[in-house]
């Protein structure tokens, strides 16, 4: 168990180098996470611990220098046409947060069958029910939020929560009608907008949500942990009541959340953030164009069509074909597009695989959809 | 409200600085969370959000690439002679977690008064009652561990903490007699070891406490958020019961808990941290000799005597009569400090000051005491 020397653990653990880090990535978890240059300068000048709080007058998110308060009181809000904004370590953190502050052990919440499974964990950690709103099966395996009513009816759950889009199929179900339909109901509403927030516009007050989450290390050129939670006023005194002995500390935060440099990185990188979701119709056009391409070869993509999100699912059941018969196996597909410098598929063979082609060029692109052709074209009479 | 143009943010967010980068920090917030040189380079490796997931295969702390199953299940649990070991965002989500999952609503805990403000928030966000055992007031506040013993037997606490050294005072209370105590009446027992842990050495089973909280960003050398919870074998399976429908995700840690690049600093100054612990005596004997250097000059340390621990408080009645004369006012300390590149105490005037030696060279500390002495030595005659 235990170490021999300081010299083994400088060998394990000081020269931890990131293979991937010049590699063409599909890693659905990692495209939108990439840092800015401006991300990567913060990252240097506030890497020590707690230098975000040079200036600290008692709480994070009313640091003046570096501009924290303006980020959280002013543009944030503004970016996400919400009233409030808060900090949190991530989009879990702030789904957890919303059910703890909104419920009560032994209540029910309704959620979408595409969920991320840390609203299943949030809601356990909470001592919630939970209550599935399913999607529709088959390929395209999509939400519909009308499918909200009877359950809502049925369970008057404390809370509904819908995943836009959800991380498996890059489907995006009408948010704002369930909007309309929480509000009809009223029941508060919370949007997990994890794959949204930073790459696609988003109005809170548009959807007609009550909460949304984001993830900063997911979708906002952040270094993680780091996530968002936007909301409307009428829930701040709710979620954000402060310690009866300490009148600036929220209990729900308890005080103050990310106390450190994914912070400043999140910050540094918000100018090109509100910019790149203006150019959503193209990042939605390339990867509807890498569909067709990866279609073409005889991989069918599942989720929504036309598809209108840079995460897509792949069936991968020519993949499978191929490796009953290639000489490397199972590995064939994981090192073929290691070969050609391509990362971000899990190693060995899925069902399935999970793709995204957010922020990479098309001329990246392109070398991804080669290493793809070499390696289906010569086995392309096993398409079924 | 809004922000009129990306310019604008450009200007707002992207060149982040740091002013106090270069300075001699006395700030006891941030001695002990300065980065190593390997934590530098870790940073800037696995800078990009989720780049410390490029192998996952479920969960953050069974990743083998970069080694962090045996950063945490072998070498910190090694380090502070634990069973077992979880990555938490910081120590106040650690003291939650384990309040969150020892207690119910309505319980009541034990903590010392000397708590930091953040024990209160994890408690009330866990629904708890607060006792505090008070300390000895005067100047020393010490805490003496046997007065837990009538509060247990009157209140029977579900848990009772104990802050070691608190963030005041710095003072050192008798951890291990209280692992007796606990053991004796059979209650569980937290140590907030922030201040501790990264700095001197610790180990939980001599001290005989169940579960252990450190701070990365505080005293770890490492960048924030980031946080260490350590505890015995028998706590496991209640704090970290895994969802029923995800077997890999622990419910208290959400699944995941620090999913970046805080965690790669960690473990890069890891080697160094095990290191520096070992030459604690001689950051004691450093933090003695300063204090004996700053009463000489007529501010009185507060706190216990000798003290054994680099954060310190001084009483600074002498700065507020200095005040009441200078030409600067109150802001002469700030300033004064800040000319000699010496940052880390609040901005104006305060009844007292905190200040940590920790890992700071003394011939650094020996320019700190030249600043103090050409403000004070004009104004000698104001000694009371």
């Given amino acids: 168990m235990a170490y021999s020397s300081i010299e083994e653990l400088k060998l394990r653990y000081e020269g931890l180098r990131r293979p991937f880090r010049e590699s063409i990535i599909l890693n659905p978890l990692q495209t939108g996470g ?8 913060a990252l240097m000048e506030f890497g ?12 994070l998110d009313t640091i003046v220098s570096p501009p924290v308060a ?6 944030l809000p503004t970016f996400l046409d919400a009233d409030t ?31 991320h499974y840390s609203t299943d964990v949030a809601a356990e950690r909470s001592g919630l029910k939970i209550v599935k709103v399913d999607n529709s099966g088959g390929i395209e395996r999509r939400i519909n939020v009308e499918d909200y009513i009877p359950l809502i009816k049925e369970h008057k759950p404390k809370l509904i929560l819908l995943t836009y889009p959800d991380g498996n199929y890059g ?32 109005s809170l007050k548009e959807i007609g949500a009550d909460f949304m989450v984001g993830s900063g290390h997911k979708s906002m050129a952040s270094a993680g942990p780091i996530g968002v939670l936007a909301l409307r006023k009428k829930w701040e005194e709710q979620l954000f ?3 009866p002995n300490y009148k600036t500390k929220e209990v729900e935060c ?25 150019h959503w119709p193209e990042e939605v056009e390339k990867a509807q164009w890498f569909s067709k391409q990866l279609e073409d070869l005889g991989l069918q993509q599942l989720g929504e069509k036309p598809h209108l999100h840079d995460l897509m699912m792949f069936d991968t059941d020519l993949f499978y074909q191929i490796s009953l018969v290639h000489p490397k196996k199972r590995a064939f597909l994981y090192d073929g597009l290691k070969a050609k410098g391509v990362s971000g ?26 290493a793809f052709k070499e390696m289906i074209v010569p086995y392309a009479h096993l398409r079924k």
């Fill in 70 to 75: 303006d980020f959280v009181y002013q543009d």
């Fill in 34 to 41: 990439r840092l800015t240059e401006a991300a990567k300068s």
């Fill in 85 to 115: 904004v808060r900090i949190m370590h991530g989009a879990r953190e702030g789904k957890f947060l919303v059910m703890h502050a909104m419920t009560s052990p032994g209540d029910t919440i309704l959620v979408d069958r595409n969920r």
């Fill in 254 to 278: 308890l005080g103050c959340t990310v106390r450190g440099v994914p912070l400043m990185t999140l910050m540094a990188s918000f100018p090109s953030i509100v910019e790149r979701v203006k």
């Fill in 48 to 59: 020590d611990g707690y230098s975000v709080c040079d200036h600290c007058k008692g709480r």
């Fill in 171 to 202: 489907n995006l179900p009408d948010a704002k009608r369930l909007g309309e339909i929480a509000q009809e109901f009223e029941v508060p509403y919370l949007l997990n907008a994890a794959y949204a927030m930073g790459r696609m516009p988003l």
């Fill in 241 to 243: 009541a402060v310690s």
């Fill in 345 to 370: 598929l899990k190693h060995g063979l899925t069902q399935s695989m999970k793709i995204s082609t957010y922020g990479t060029p098309k001329v990246d692109l392109e070398k991804v959809l080669d």
